[in-house]
Structure formats: structure tokens, C-alpha cells
């Protein structure tokens, strides 16, 4: 009942590195995806079109004419992220879409900059906030929105729930799922792990994820705190859930902000049952800040968030009871099952 297209707005060599992970997901699903620079020069000839892509050069007023002519064709479009809505934001006309539909991807304390879009605009943005708090933080500078609550949400299993506290073997493992960039910073990570590192000597801290250690800085903060031989950079993984089970992580740490886990990586590794410890960049106040009891605890203090993560590597009920909180928040409340009237309603 519901057709859907992908119009990326990047070529697919020239986008993120995992792009090409995606493509092949939603390929498999049998979902059109169009590329904005073959729409743009769909009817030149393969000489106009390298020449194109060579200089790059096209004017605005085409750009829009081609992409609004595009657009007019579906019923409902969405945008995903604003960042992506802001990049679009020049060539789009708002008359040309029933409504804009932004669904939410990086959290107000990413910075300003992915909120540089028009304020005055009526928008309908979709987000994983629920509380009026939350919402009216986020949204404050816009005069005019609806909201729509929608959390990231997927098909759920018992089957990867494997993790068991390990009272065995000696070596504690650490796990970071992230992006490797500067706009990623682990420093809060690397911190705790040092002081952790003085308290446990036989941990270690594995980092997974795509991107240049060097580049991003990682390298840097690892050099200077000394903890070459205990941190490893992991690289890209396809499968967060085969490696943390062939990995017999203990504990994984995340990006969060207001006690929720920033992505879907926390909640895949959440129905393995591995328990999970965050830090909040949220600059706003926190009343459950550096709360173990949390079913997503999130620290704004290295010494705290260290004292947290070593009662869960050697405490073996706390370890246990967090492990137990999280995967059943994730499986009751983020069920696509129970979710779906939702995508429904917001598509129709």
C-alpha cells in the first residue's frame, strides 16, 4: 500500500564510506534509488554528463527546476535528517511538497549549525523525544511545528540475547561502537579508561568503526595518555551482534544524551543482553545524571562513569540487573510489531 523511493543526494563513491552497506540493504529490499546527479542530468549525453561531474557546474535555477519536478510526483516526501533538509533547503520550494517532514537525526546538542534552517517555516518534524521537556529544549527557536513521536524502532529476537557475566576469565573487554571523526569525540572515554585501567589493569578497550583514527584524532588522545597497548582500533564492522559475541565484550560504551542511547548500534547491542554505559552530551540538566540505576545510565564525570563501569565488570548481580533492564526496554518498547500503526499513520 505504500511505495517508496530513495533520492540520495550524493553520488555513491563520493558519500559516507558506509554507504555502500546501505545501498546494498535497501537494494535487497527492492527499493528505487535514484541519485540527485543522475536526475540532474538524466537526459545529457555521457560527455555532458563526465564533463558534469568534472566541473560540477549547473545553475540554481535548473537545480531546482529538475529537483521540484521530481518531487511532485510522490505524495509526501521526508527528509532524513535536517541537515539533509538544510542542504536541500535552497533548491526545494515549500509549494512544491504537501508538507515538510524531517525526521531527526542528530540531537540539538550536535550544534547549531544542523539547525540552520528557516525558523518561520511549518515543519513536521519526527523524533525519538517524548517528554514536553525534551521537546520544547529541541525545538525552542522554531515559531511554528508539529511533532510526531517515532523511536528508532526494528524487528526484535530472543535469539542474540547471549551475554552471560564473565566470572572466568581475568581479561575485562571494552567495546566503542562509533564513527571515527572528529565529530565523534570518545576523549570522556579515553579519560575514564585511564583511570579505570589504574583500578583494573587486565581490561582492554576495543574501538569499532569506519573512519581515520589519525584524522579524527584519536591517535592523539591514545599517544598521549599512554594507552597504546590497551586500546585497539577495530575498524568497520558489518555485524555489531557477531562481534560482540566472538569478542566476549563485557561491557560496551555509548553516545547518549537525556538517558537514551543515541542510535540504533546501542540497541542492537542491547538484545544481546551485553551491558551498555553512556556518556550524555546533552548541555541541558539531566535530573537522572550519573544514576547507575538507570535502564541507560549516562555520566557527565569521568571518576563516576569509571566507578560505574567497574561495578559492572566485577559485580556480578548490578552487571546482571542492568543487562536484564536494558534488553527488556529495547524489546517491549522499540518492537516493530507494536510499532507499525505508527509508520502508517505517518505515511498515509
Same mark, same amino acid.
Given at each position: 500500500?505504500?511505495?517508496? /523511493?530513495?533520492?540520495?543526494? %550524493?553520488?555513491?563513491?563520493?558519500?559516507?564510506?558506509?554507504?555502500?552497506?546501505?545501498y546494498k540493504k535497501h537494494k535487497s529490499l527492492n527499493t528505487p534509488i535514484t541519485f540527485f546527479f543522475d536526475l540532474l542530468f538524466n537526459k545529457k549525453s555521457l560527455l555532458d554528463k563526465l564533463k558534469g561531474k568534472l566541473s560540477g557546474k549547473i545553475s540554481l535555477s535548473?537545480?531546482?527546476?529538475?529537483?521540484?519536478?521530481?518531487?511532485?510526483?510522490?505524495?509526501?516526501?521526508?527528509?532524513?535528517?535536517? &541537515?539533509? &533538509?538544510?542542504?536541500? /533547503?535552497?533548491?526545494? &520550494?515549500? /509549494?512544491?511538497?504537501?508538507?515538510?517532514n524531517i525526521f531527526v537525526m542528530s540531537a540539538r546538542?550536535?550544534?547549531?549549525?544542523?539547525?540552520?534552517?528557516?525558523k518561520k517555516t511549518n515543519y513536521l518534524?519526527?523524533?525519538?523525544?517524548?517528554?514536553d521537556a525534551e521537546i520544547l529544549y529541541e525545538f525552542e527557536s522554531f515559531e511554528k511545528y508539529h511533532h510526531i513521536y517515532f523511536p528508532l524502532t526494528f524487528e526484535v529476537t530472543k535469539e542474540d540475547k547471549t551475554w552471560r557475566f564473565n566470572d572466568i576469565r581475568k581479561q575485562k573487554r571494552i567495546g566503542i561502537f562509533t564513527r571515527l571523526s572528529a565529530a565523534k569525540p570518545i576523549d570522556p572515554f579515553l579519560y $575514564? %579508561?585511564?583511570?579505570?585501567? #589504574?583500578?583494573?589493569p587486565g581490561i582492554e578497550l576495543h574501538i569499532y568503526g569506519g573512519g581515520?583514527?589519525?584524522e579524527a584524532g584519536y591517535n592523539r588522545y591514545i599517544r598521549h595518555l599512554g594507552l597504546e597497548n590497551k586500546v585497539f582500533l577495530r575498524g568497520h564492522q558489518e555485524n555489531m551482534v557477531s562481534i560482540i559475541k566472538s569478542d566476549e565484550l563485557d561491557l560496551v560504551w555509548f553516545q547518549g544524551i537525556l538517558n537514551k542511547p543515541a542510535g540504533y548500534a546501542a540497541l542492537d547491542v542491547g538484545l544481546t543482553g551485553t551491558p551498555q554505559l553512556f556518556w550524555d552530551f546533552f548541555t541541558g540538566i539531566n535530573p537522572e545524571i550519573n544514576n547507575l540505576n538507570c535502564i541507560f545510565p549516562h555520566f557527565k564525570s569521568v571518576v563516576?562513569?569509571?566507578?560505574?563501569?567497574?561495578?559492572?565488570? $566485577?559485580?556480578?548481580?548490578?552487571?546482571?540487573?542492568? #543487562?536484564?533492564?536494558?534488553?527488556?526496554?529495547?524489546?517491549?518498547?522499540?518492537?516493530?510489531?507494536?510499532?507499525?500503526? #505508527?509508520? /502508517?499513520?505517518?505515511?498515509?
Open positions: 500500500e505504500i511505495e517508496l /523511493e530513495i533520492l540520495c543526494l %550524493f553520488d555513491l563513491n563520493s558519500a559516507s564510506p558506509h554507504a555502500n552497506f546501505f535548473l537545480k531546482q527546476k529538475i529537483l521540484n519536478n521530481y518531487l511532485k510526483q510522490f505524495d509526501d516526501v521526508f527528509f532524513m535528517g535536517e &541537515y539533509t &533538509y538544510q542542504y536541500c /533547503e535552497k533548491i526545494v &520550494y515549500p /509549494e512544491s511538497l504537501n508538507r515538510i546538542f550536535q550544534g547549531e549549525v544542523f539547525r540552520a534552517i528557516n518534524f519526527i523524533t525519538c523525544f517524548k517528554d $575514564t %579508561f585511564q583511570i579505570l585501567l #589504574s583500578q583494573l581515520n583514527p589519525e563516576l562513569f569509571a566507578n560505574a563501569s567497574k561495578q559492572i565488570l $566485577t559485580e556480578k548481580d548490578k552487571a546482571q540487573q542492568l #543487562s536484564e533492564r536494558q534488553f527488556n526496554e529495547i524489546y517491549i518498547n522499540r518492537n516493530i510489531d507494536y510499532l507499525f500503526n #505508527s509508520i /502508517e499513520y505517518l505515511f498515509k
